[in-house]
């Protein structure tokens, strides 16, 4: 045993890179990362709302305006991020857009957009963040997947299959990064009551009740579900956890 209840679950001295951390789930993580300890930088593309985001965590977080989708501009990211807070030792990668739309009405160009921002985006990243890693041998990378990894969602295919890429990125990062000290998860929240949630449910009383006919637990989860669990994932706790897809989602991934 190298560690004791509280300290195994502390992220003190990490310093954690979100990409869409500013809203939703990223910024849930943000807020349980920050209250474990960490040093945490937002990333993302309106300065307002990473401002806002950052004041309302305080003085544990920071922020910085990219664009993930601009590929090539990564490594300047993980330059400007480490001159203000030192290395990143955990990088969450979980900025993404949705599409919802028939498959055969989905363009070729649209797919691209979404394949982009989940995938080209993350690697783009990874591939900056993960050298420093190494040379430290520490490090702990967490993606955001979806249920839409686990089973398919009708007129969402682009990003079922973003979503379902990450899978197999986690398991090859995994089996690369681990041997050197750096693993590699992801969580698959289920159906979380953030603000978008409740623009996609608002008005959609049929839709909602088949999402909580399948969820065992019958309710929606909340914000501070995944927060703790991305806690969990990238602290001592979880020392000997990779390559692992964790589903967060009141077990709507085992219902009927």
């Known amino acids: 045993m190298t560690s004791t209840f509280p300290e195994v679950f502390s992220l003190r001295g990490e310093t954690v890179l979100i990409t869409g951390g500013g809203t939703g789930v ?3 993580m943000a807020v349980a990362m920050a209250a474990a300890g960490a040093q ?7 300065q307002a709302e990473l401002q806002t985001a950052a004041n309302n965590i305080g003085t544990n977080a920071t922020f910085v305006v990219h664009d993930i989708t601009e590929l090539d501009a990564a490594p300047g990211l993980l330059a400007k991020v ?3 807070c030192g290395s990143v030792t955990c990088l969450v990668n979980n900025a993404g857009i949705h599409l919802k739309k028939p498959a055969v009405e989905t363009t070729t160009d649209e797919f691209e957009t979404v ?3 989940h995938i080209l985006g993350a690697h783009a990243i ?3 963040v993960v050298p420093g890693m190494i040379a430290q041998k520490h490090g702990s990378i967490l993606f955001t997947a979806s249920m839409a990894s686990l089973f398919d969602i009708p007129h969402v295919s682009a990003y079922t299959a973003a979503k379902t890429a990450m899978v197999g990125m986690v398991k090859g990062y995994a ?7 750096v693993r590699v998860n992801a969580l698959a929240p289920g159906w979380i009551a953030t603000e978008m949630s409740r623009q996609a449910l608002d008005g959609e009383s049929q839709r909602k009740s088949k999402i909580l006919d399948r969820t065992p637990m019958a309710r929606l989860g909340q914000p501070d579900d995944i927060g703790w669990a991305a806690v969990y994932l990238s602290s001592p706790a ?3 956890v990779t390559g692992v897809i964790l589903p967060v989602d009141g077990g709507a991934s085992i219902g009927f």
Do not use: C, N
């Not at 945490?40 to 309106?46: D, N, P, W």
């Not at 089996?175 to 000290?181: A, L, N, R």
């Open 26 to 28: 990223g910024f849930a």
């Open 40 to 46: 945490v930088v937002l990333v993302g593309r309106r």
């Open 82 to 84: 480490t001159a203000q």
């Open 115 to 117: 394949f982009r921002t």
């Open 126 to 128: 990874t591939r900056a």
């Open 175 to 181: 089996t690369e990064f681990s041997p050197h000290g």
């Open 238 to 240: 979880a020392k000997f």
